[in-house]
């Protein structure tokens, strides 16, 4: 089973930036779209951003202009950069591969002041 490795993650304050990553073969990343999922506590898991093979992405609402996914296919990892991080971006992201749903191992994020 291909496994999705992610690296990231912390305890951050508002409005501070971070990157996560994640890693995979390179057949799984640069052929399949990635995405990006959140889960808070008590919540259900939602998407947050995603990325296409063929490098269009989009996003949730409550992220637009502040996240960004990219992808580095020499790197065989997509990038989740998070700026002007708020109390409400706190959550347990997980990295995604919907074709071929593997997930990754999941990282906290937690904003807080």
């Known amino acids: 089973q291909v496994r999705l490795v992610q690296s990231g993650g912390g305890l951050m304050q508002p409005g501070e930036s971070l990157t996560l990553s994640c890693s995979a073969p390179?057949?799984?990343?640069?052929?399949?779209?990635t995405a990006w999922y959140r889960q808070a506590p008590g919540k259900q898991r939602t998407l947050v951003a995603r990325?296409?093979?063929?490098?269009?992405?989009n996003y949730a609402d409550s992220v637009k202009g502040r996240f960004t996914i990219s992808r580095d296919n020499a790197k065989m990892t997509v990038y989740l950069q998070m700026n002007s991080l708020k109390p409400e971006d706190t959550a347990v992201y997980y990295c995604?591969?919907?074709?071929?749903?593997?997930w990754g191992q999941g990282t906290q994020v937690t904003v807080s002041s």
């Open positions: 390179a057949e799984t990343i640069n052929n399949y779209p």
């Open positions: 990325i296409e093979s063929s490098g269009s992405t």
């Open positions: 995604n591969n919907p074709t071929l749903d593997f």
